[in-house]
């Protein structure tokens, strides 16, 4: 089955680094764009970063633009979003999710064009 492990997040403080790995299995990782999403409490999942099945397109939210740096590794089965710079805004979960086609799109902002998550990881910038 399509599954989707996400792993890396933690607590940093302000101007720090993270670097989040999503692990895919059960499909084949070079067929697909995959998203990162954000979710902070009481709001919907926010598109961070999308990166097509050849690395172009890529997105990225204007607040984290050359800030955040997303990569793929389809040999891997692997995603990578490497986050410098973090600040308090970035505080969420953290999701990678499956987009539905292989190149990303404008909609890539919206939980909706997802058809699979993986479970989160939290990540928390504070000092």
């Known amino acids: 089955q399509v599954q989707l492990v996400e792993s890396g997040g933690g607590l940093v403080q302000p101007g720090g680094s993270l670097r989040l790995s999503c692990a895919a299995s059960?499909?084949?990782?070079?067929?697909?764009?995959i998203g990162w999403l954000r979710q902070v409490p009481g709001k919907e999942r926010e598109g961070v970063s999308c990166?097509?099945?050849?690395?172009?397109?890529?997105y990225y939210k204007d607040s984290v633009q050359g800030r955040f740096t997303i990569s793929r590794d389809n040999g891997k089965q692997m995603v990578y979003l490497q986050m410098n710079n973090l600040k308090p805004a970035d505080t969420a979960v953290y999701f990678c999710?499956?987009?539905?086609?292989?190149?990303?799109?404008?909609?890539?902002?919206?939980?909706?064009?997802?058809?699979?998550w993986g479970q989160g990881t939290q990540v928390t910038v504070s000092s």
């Open positions: 999710a499956r987009f539905m086609l292989p190149d990303c799109s404008g909609s890539y902002y919206s939980h909706l064009a997802y058809d699979f």
């Open positions: 059960g499909f084949s990782l070079g067929a697909y764009a």
């Open positions: 990166i097509s099945v050849n690395d172009d397109p890529i």
